[in-house]
């Protein structure tokens, strides 16, 4: 795993509200698995060909990403307009790269990042 997890619960509960109230960047709307409460969690959304990619920074065992492949939905709140993505699945590097634009940043390999969830345009 790239980063520890109780990092991230710090970041969920410190940095995610700070980056909410400004306003500017994605926002995966999803629901709780276990809660059925509704989430707005602030990511990098990279568009992919027919959908949307995101850099599981924490790896695939984050509540959020457990979240959506529970219930194999989410919106992503992103330029002013809201998207509807479905069929979620956690692809490998080389996957995630193949599909990313060559001008996006790959990130650091010191992170140790090897997994990523890829999302598709709802139908409609």
Same mark, same amino acid.
């Given at each position: 795993? /790239?980063?520890?997890?109780?990092? !991230? ?7 995610? /509200? ?9 926002? @995966?709307?999803?629901? !709780?698995r276990v809660s ?5 969690? /602030? ?6 060909? !027919?959908?949307?990619?995101?850099? @599981? ?11 959506? @492949?529970?219930?194999?939905? %989410? =919106?992503?709140?992103?330029? !002013? ?19 990313? %634009? ?5 990130? /650091? ?8 969830? =890829?999302?598709? @345009?709802?139908?409609?």
């Amino acid at each position: 795993m /790239p980063m520890p997890l109780w990092w !991230g619960h710090v970041n969920k509960r410190v940095f995610n /509200p700070l980056t909410l109230a400004r306003g500017k960047s994605p926002v @995966l709307v999803h629901v !709780g698995r276990v809660s059925g409460a509704t989430y707005n969690t /602030p990511l990098d959304a990279h568009p992919v060909e !027919g959908g949307y990619l995101f850099v @599981l920074v924490y790896g695939s065992r984050s509540d959020w990403v457990r979240n959506i @492949l529970a219930s194999g939905t %989410a =919106r992503l709140l992103v330029d !002013g307009k809201e998207v509807e993505l479905t069929a979620p699945r956690v692809v490998g590097q080389q996957e995630a790269f193949q599909a990313l %634009a060559d001008d996006v940043t790959r990130p /650091p390999k010191v992170l140790r990042i090897t997994e990523f969830l =890829r999302m598709d @345009l709802a139908a409609g």
